[in-house]
């Protein structure tokens, strides 16, 4: 994980990314959402406040398709934590 200013940076230039928000019900959980989505090397997150994430896959995805990455992604982690809500806004 880059640290808060290389990531604002980073989404900054980014540009044409599709930014999508995700919002989680447990704040005490935000931390490790955003260690399991900055993990992967196809993600860019950042944290916005203790309930939301602004995250954007790198590629070229179609907005349907980039939408649908992401909650699967995000019902990966979910199923690890089944009591927290975690959805895309």
């Known amino acids: 994980m ?4 290389q990531d604002a940076q980073l989404l ?14 447990d704040p005490r959980l935000l ?5 399991f989505l900055s993990a992967r090397s196809d ?3 950042e ?3 203790d ?3 602004e995250a954007s896959l790198v590629g070229s995805f179609g907005e349907k398709a980039h939408r649908r990455q992401l909650e699967l992604v995000l019902s990966a982690w979910q199923a690890a934590y089944p009591h927290t809500q975690a959805k895309l806004e």
Do not use: F, Q, T, Y
């Open 2 to 5: 880059l640290g808060k200013d």
């Open 31 to 35: 931390p490790k959402l955003l260690n």
């Open 51 to 53: 309930h939301e994430i």
């Open 12 to 25: 900054a230039g980014l540009g044409s990314m599709r930014l999508m928000k995700i919002w989680i019900s």
């Open 47 to 49: 944290r916005l406040n």
């Open 43 to 45: 993600l860019v997150v």
